[in-house]
């Protein structure tokens, strides 16, 4: 069993990352564009603010690990490679800020108690976006069944590697 408190809180939210990853790659076609309710953003929105609040949290509490703020938070991007890519830069920022700063003993500049805060504030906050994508992928009439879905996200929670 892994003993170091911090790998293991880092590891967490490189799984959270990977889920949202894993559900943008098996969303079905025009999955991007779905919504839930008429003048609520689509997926491919959801997918872009949820990039945007990392960078921009990143940036104004620990700006020597800040990567570029793309310049719309809620984007409607149209490639998922573009947005897998923004996905992975963003938590690879998290990752680093929430890190030295653990390992420096500093707070973060601007908000939260702990920097770990960053993290578990994150978290929550992309769990929230992810039954918002469910929902929006049902009420467009192309749901994700739970067979495909299960194993790509609460399995990557659970299952033991
Ligand atoms: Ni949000």
């Known amino acids: 069993m892994e003993t170091d408190l911090l790998d293991v809180l880092l590891g967490a939210w490189?799984?959270?990352?990977?889920?949202?990853?894993?559900?943008?790659?098996?969303?079905?076609?025009?999955?991007?564009?779905?919504r839930a309710q008429p003048g609520?953003?689509?997926?491919?929105?959801?997918?872009?603010?949820?990039?945007?609040?990392r960078v921009i949290l990143v940036e104004e509490n620990?700006?020597?690990?800040?990567?570029?703020?793309?310049?719309?938070?809620?984007?409607?991007?149209?490639?998922?490679?573009?947005?897998?890519?923004?996905?992975e830069a963003?938590?690879?920022?998290?990752?680093e800020a929430v890190r030295?700063?653990?390992?420096?003993?500093?707070?973060?500049?601007?908000?939260?108690?702990?920097?770990?805060?960053?993290?578990?504030?994150l978290i929550w906050h992309e769990g929230y976006h992810h039954g918002q994508i469910k929902l929006a992928l049902q009420a467009a009439g192309t749901p994700l069944p739970d067979d495909v879905a299960g194993p790509l996200t609460w399995g990557v929670w659970m299952r033991r590697s």
């Open 100 to 121: 030295g700063r653990i390992v420096q003993g500093r707070m973060l500049d601007d908000r939260y108690d702990h920097p770990l805060l960053l993290l578990q504030h």
């Open 14 to 34: 490189e799984r959270n990352n990977r889920i949202l990853v894993n559900l943008l790659r098996v969303l079905p076609p025009g999955g991007l564009e779905a």
């Open 40 to 53: 609520h953003p689509t997926v491919a929105q959801m997918l872009t603010h949820v990039v945007y609040v």
């Open 62 to 87: 620990a700006p020597e690990a800040a990567v570029p703020v793309p310049g719309e938070e809620w984007e409607a991007q149209s490639d998922p490679e573009v947005i897998a890519r923004d996905l």
């Open 90 to 95: 963003s938590a690879a920022a998290v990752r």
